[in-house]
Nanobody, 120 residues
Framework: QVQLVESGGGLVQAGGSLRLSCVASGRIVGYHFMGWFRQAPGKDREFVSSINWRAYSTHYADSVQGRFTISSDYAKNTVYLQMNSLKPEDTAVYYC?????????????WGQGTQVTVSS
């Protein structure tokens, strides 16, 4: 089982940037995917981005393509989500997930989430 801890959320104005981090502990498989999902109030959880630990493959939702960048540091067991040009509609709780053999899941482990709020 892998434990995940997210950090880096906060309040930012529209057009601003944030970088989320997700530190994983436990048994990590190098070819598995790590992912970021988000859930806004009253909405279903949605896929944001994913990467395999060795960073050979990245995937993005259309809504964040070109604005968000996912990266991984296998030596630090950490995955990052750099979020630029943030919009109010990016406001959500962002969750880190791990343990999928496919880029969009299903994922075996989830973090507790970190709140991102973008003000207009």
């Amino acid at each position: 089982q892998v434990q995940l801890v997210e950090s880096g959320g906060g309040l930012v104005q529209a057009g601003g940037s944030l970088r989320l981090s997700c530190v994983a502990s436990g048994r990590i498989v190098g070819y598995h995917f790590m992912g970021w999902f988000r859930q806004a109030p009253g909405k279903d959880r949605e896929f944001v981005s994913s990467i395999n630990w060795r960073a050979y493959s990245t995937h993005y939702a259309d809504s964040v393509q070109g604005r968000f960048t996912i990266s991984s540091d296998y030596a630090k067991n950490t995955v990052y989500l750099q979020m630029n040009s943030l919009k109010p509609e990016d406001t959500a709780v962002y969750y880190c997930a791990s343990g999928s053999s496919a880029p969009m899941g299903p994922f075996a482990s989830w973090g507790q989430g970190t709140q991102v709020t973008v003000s207009s």
